[in-house]
């Protein structure tokens, strides 16, 4: 059975809505503040998720040669907020050709087909805005139909990104969830996070 196309570009727009809801919340003197991403603050991972978002647009349109591979926080600019929208906008106009997402890209951890490359923007978005969230002192419940079809996508993942060697470039390793853990608190227990 296909991938929902429609189903996975909405559920990516909510994540990037969501992120973009804790990212406009961050106050001026929190952005030091330290993450459940232990070497990342609260500006590194907004970089991070900004970089994410402009990774996916270039490699869509063929154009990720000279594109940094290191996460730079000046990516930020002098309005981060801006700099998030401008980076989103580009990565939702690429996702309307659908053909996009049933071709192969060279993606820093591996070769991917498009819709695998919108699945991890999907959870990145995702718990990199629970752990925003967390950094500035705030509880945020993971939306469960998002968080449920992220688990579908990790688990068959998981196992093949721990043998090679790059799923510590996407979260950490999986800790035990909460007795009677919502479906949310699952996805982050499986990515290294205790909700």
């Known amino acids: 059975m296909g991938v929902d196309v429609a189903g996975l570009i909405g559920d990516y727009r909510r994540a990037v809505g969501l992120f973009g809801e804790c990212l406009v919340e961050i106050g001026h003197d929190q952005w030091e503040n330290p993450t459940p991403c232990v070497e990342w603050n609260v500006?590194?991972?907004v970089a991070h998720v900004i970089f994410g978002e402009a990774l996916l647009a270039a490699l869509f349109l063929g154009e990720e040669e000279g594109l940094p591979m290191e996460?730079?926080?000046?990516?930020?600019?002098p309005n981060p907020v801006a700099t998030w929208r401008g980076t989103a906008l580009a990565a939702f106009e690429v996702l309307k050709e659908e053909s996009a997402l049933k071709s192969y890209y060279s993606h820093p951890n591996g070769d991917f087909i498009g819709e695998t490359i919108v699945g991890f923007r999907v959870t990145d978005n995702l718990v990199?805005?629970?752990?925003?969230?967390r950094a500035c002192g705030s509880e945020l419940d993971l939306p469960e139909d998002i968080a449920e079809r992220c688990l579908e996508f990790w688990l068959p993942l998981a196992d093949t990104l721990i043998g090679s060697g790059a799923r510590r470039d996407f979260f950490a390793e999986p800790v035990s969830p909460p007795p009677d853990p919502s479906t949310g608190s699952r996805l982050l227990a499986l990515l290294g996070r205790m909700g």
Do not use: F
């Open 71 to 77: 996460v730079d926080p000046t990516i930020l600019g």
């Open 128 to 133: 990199h805005a629970w752990d925003l969230s």
């Open 43 to 45: 500006r590194s991972l």
